[in-house]
């Protein structure tokens, strides 16, 4: 008697083992082209997220500042999230840019550090300032500058007024703070002077080194307030129409904490 062996046709060269590494393999390159492609894309739209969540945060905390400077509001209080970054304050003391009015022969206000809030992120390599009532930023590996949000300078062409405010940041030192922070502000003594028969106004910006934010108060004092400016250690400009009265208002805003 003769013992057949049945098989299934089809099954030549199949084994689990073969089988099972293709399988692995696969697996194995889908997380790795996971890793190398999708992983650097989602951190780079969560640290561009993070940016523009700062920006307006920071805009929040310019609006909270104006309440300050020109509501009179003793203290404003906001929490926010610095993703990716920190959050410093610098005192006017210490850091900061400087600004000097004068007409060529007063100095309605010798040159005056105004300490500035600072976010600063090594991941977006992006730095953006509050400083003297207006928002800037600058990318860390490129050239030049943007405001993002204006100070509030004025001319009244009818009166030939002009009212500069010049915003001081101080604080107890330089305070820092990353992740979750509730900034506090307090508004500080206030400085007003009023000056008639004004001969022109000259604004000086001298910017705090390795923070140069120079373009973007050019394009704004060049811009919006019709000046001519020239030179960058100090931006010279000069207002291009005639002033009967200047009116400068120097407020102090206290950092308490961050």
């Given at each position: 008697?003769?013992?057949?062996?049945?098989?299934?046709?089809?099954?030549?060269?199949?084994?689990?083992?073969?089988?099972?590494?293709?399988?692995?393999?696969m697996v194995i390159?889908?997380?790795?082209?996971?890793?190398?492609?999708?992983?650097?894309?989602?951190?780079?739209?969560?640290?561009?997220?993070?940016?523009?969540?700062?920006?307006?945060?920071?805009?929040?905390?310019?609006?909270?500042?104006?309440?300050?400077?020109?509501?009179?509001?003793?203290?404003?209080?906001?929490?926010?999230?610095?993703?990716?970054?920190?959050?410093?304050?610098?005192?006017?003391?210490?850091?900061?840019?400087?600004?000097?009015?004068?007409?060529?022969?007063?100095?309605?206000?010798?040159?005056?550090?105004?300490?500035?809030?600072?976010?600063?992120?090594?991941?977006?390599?992006?730095?953006?300032?509050?400083?003297?009532?207006?928002?800037?930023?600058?990318?860390?590996?490129?050239?030049?500058?943007?405001?993002?949000?204006?100070?509030?300078?004025?001319?009244?062409?009818?009166?030939?007024?002009?009212?500069?405010?010049?915003?001081?940041?101080?604080?107890?030192?330089?305070?820092?703070?990353?992740?979750?922070?509730?900034?506090?502000?307090?508004?500080?003594?206030?400085?007003?002077?009023?000056?008639?028969?004004?001969?022109?106004?000259?604004?000086?910006?001298?910017?705090?080194?390795g923070q140069d934010?120079?373009?973007?108060?050019?394009?704004?004092?060049?811009?919006?307030?019709?000046?001519?400016?020239?030179?960058?250690?100090?931006l010279t400009c000069?207002?291009?129409?005639?002033?009967?009265?200047?009116?400068?208002?120097?407020?102090?805003?206290?950092?308490?904490?961050?």
């Amino acid at each position: 008697m003769t013992n057949k062996t049945c098989r299934k046709t089809g099954d030549d060269g199949v084994s689990e083992s073969i089988g099972f590494l293709l399988i692995f393999t696969m697996v194995i390159v889908g997380i790795g082209l996971v890793t190398l492609y999708g992983y650097p894309l989602l951190l780079q739209q969560q640290t561009s997220a993070d940016e523009q969540i700062m920006e307006k945060n920071m805009i929040v905390l310019q609006n909270d500042m104006k309440s300050l400077a020109y509501k009179t509001v003793p203290y404003k209080e906001t929490m926010l999230n610095i993703g990716g970054g920190s959050l410093t304050a610098y005192d006017s003391t210490i850091t900061g840019p400087r600004f000097r009015i004068y007409d060529g022969i007063t100095e309605f206000l010798p040159e005056n550090r105004t300490g500035d809030l600072r976010y600063y992120s090594t991941s977006a390599g992006v730095d953006i300032s509050l400083q003297n009532g207006a928002v800037v930023m600058r990318k860390l590996v490129e050239s030049g500058s943007t405001m993002l949000a204006q100070p509030r300078w004025f001319y009244d062409a009818q009166t030939e007024t002009m009212v500069i405010n010049v915003i001081c940041l101080n604080s107890n030192g330089n305070i820092s703070r990353a992740g979750v922070g509730t900034v506090q502000m307090e508004l500080g003594e206030p400085y007003y002077a009023v000056y008639n028969g004004v001969n022109g106004v000259f604004i000086d910006y001298t910017y705090d080194s390795g923070q140069d934010y120079t373009n973007g108060w050019n394009n704004y004092l060049t811009n919006t307030m019709d000046m001519t400016c020239g030179g960058s250690q100090p931006l010279t400009c000069v207002f291009n129409k005639p002033i009967s009265t200047l009116v400068i208002k120097k407020t102090n805003i206290i950092i308490k904490s961050i």
